[in-house]
């Protein structure tokens, strides 16, 4: 009978950012895409944020899969298999990646947004990991199903949670938001509410909303 094992390995990381570091920085953004998408792509709808002080940083999921046979690839923050290690390496991968960045910046506002199954990511780590956030965007997805929220309710209430939801929304369902927000409620957790007419993708002029609120703190 077999038996299971890990080893632990040295690995890269694939990132794309947009704008360029320097003391003329004030933000930076972490943006996580969503199933199946790459970074180089997904960052491309950030590029009207770029604005000369404002650095996007796209962090690329580890796994990388064929959609079609032969075809475009995605990538993945997790599968069913393995999901915990993947969780945790997803974590390490993450804080590192916010140290290489901000920390050559000195003090910049930090903004995690992440999209569809980038969000959960983002949530998890704005709740688990090691990088000082200012602010989390929460786009087309919900927190962690199997995270307790009210042990991170003063942290998520610190980072004015941010939800932008579009009304044709066919992976949001009206049950699946409820439940969203019920947990929120019941764990005295406070949130902003930015729907949309449209669906499940990123809209550029709703993505300029969510910088005038940013900004407007």
Known sequence: MSTEHHLSIRRQARYRVLGTPGPHIREVWFVLHGYGMLAEYFIR???AQDN???????PEAFNRFYLKLGGRVGATWMTREDRERDIADQRAY???LYHHVVQPLGHVYVVAL???QGATAACRWAMLG???????VCW???LPHDLDLAPHADALNRLGLLYVLGDRDAYLTAERLAAAEQRLTDAQI???LLPYAGTHRLVPSVLCKVAALIQSG
């Not at 090691?130 to 989390?136: E, G, V």
């Open 114 to 116: 992440g999209f569809s």
């Open 94 to 96: 993450l804080d590192a």
């Open 45 to 47: 709808h950030f590029r």
């Open 130 to 136: 090691q990088a000082r956030l200012d602010r989390l």
């Open 140 to 142: 087309a997805g919900t």
């Open 190 to 192: 406070n949130y902003t």
């Open 52 to 58: 000369g002080t404002r650095l996007i940083v796209a």
